[in-house]
């Protein structure tokens, strides 16, 4: 399973850290990726890294402001959010795969709140 954390309510212009433990069989799955989920609006991909050589490719609304990073030693992968906006408030999930196009488990999501 992967189980996030690190949610919670921010002003513009701050910052937040999310995790993303994998456990048990989820730990075969070499790439971790993160989604969002906006209140009306589609899933989309926010970033992904890879664990086995630390690889990452970052979405759009991501690049420049979110950074990944891996712990394996804790099967940990970490994203770092800064600078969020009032649109950056959503679900976010993470969810890991054998390859960037298969995600075959997800954990439950954290709320991202962005707001004065």
């Known amino acids: 399973q992967v189980t996030e954390s690190g949610g919670g309510l921010v002003q513009p212009g701050g910052s937040l850290r999310l995790s993303c433990e994998a456990s048990?069989?989820?730990?075969?799955?070499?790439?971790i990726g993160w989604f969002r989920q906006a209140p009306g609006k589609e899933r989309e991909g926010v970033a992904d890294?890879?664990?086995?050589?630390?690889?990452?490719v970052y979405g759009g609304p991501a690049e420049g402001r979110f950074t990944l990073s891996r712990d394996n030693a804790k099967s940990t992968v970490h994203l770092q959010m800064n600078n969020l906006q009032p649109e950056d408030t959503a679900v976010y999930y993470c969810?890991?795969?054998?390859?960037?196009?298969?995600?075959?488990?997800w954990g439950q999501g954290t709320q991202v709140t962005v707001s004065s």
């Open positions: 969810a890991a795969g054998p390859n960037r196009w298969e995600y075959d488990y």
């Open positions: 048990g069989s989820t730990l075969e799955n070499p790439i």
């Open positions: 890294i890879s664990l086995s050589d630390g690889s990452t």
